[in-house]
């Protein structure tokens, strides 16, 4: 076997759980074929270059191997392989999000209480209500 639709060889490698959520990240864009989009059945060859986004994170690999059913992930990576460059901005985007703040400790006093958040509706209700400009 030569080549393979790339939703399927994205299933079989495991970059996605179900084919179908392979075909759909294909033509939302999240899946380049060098520089340029492609459709689902888009044939794949041994050596092409594909640049896969998960949760905003790209992974550029190289295809090793050709597979259309899904095994074991042991098997699965062997079919890839992640090109240097990819790694290091995988790795230099896990420090950066380890090191952002955590947006709740930006809140001073934590969530609001129950009774606060009545009298937060409280005064909304005396600012803005009709009645009360009368």
Do not use: C
Request: charged fraction near 30%.
């Amino acid at each position: 076997m030569d080549t393979t639709r790339i939703d399927k060889w994205l299933w079989a490698a495991r970059f996605f759980k179900t084919r179908s959520l392979a075909t759909e990240a294909v033509n939302r864009g999240q899946v380049l074929f060098g520089p340029h989009t492609v459709k689902p059945s888009r044939e794949l060859r041994i050596g092409d270059v594909l640049t896969i986004w998960q949760a905003k994170v790209p992974h550029t690999v190289v295809v090793q191997g050709i597979s259309e059913q899904r095994g074991p992930a042991p098997v699965a990576q062997q079919l890839y392989t992640e090109t240097p460059e990819s790694l290091q901005k995988r790795a230099l985007e896990a420090e950066r999000r380890r090191l952002s703040p955590e947006p709740a400790l930006t809140m001073e006093h934590g969530r609001p209480t129950k009774r606060d958040r009545r009298d937060l509706q409280k005064d909304w209700n005396a600012r803005w209500s009709a009645s009360a400009d009368q």
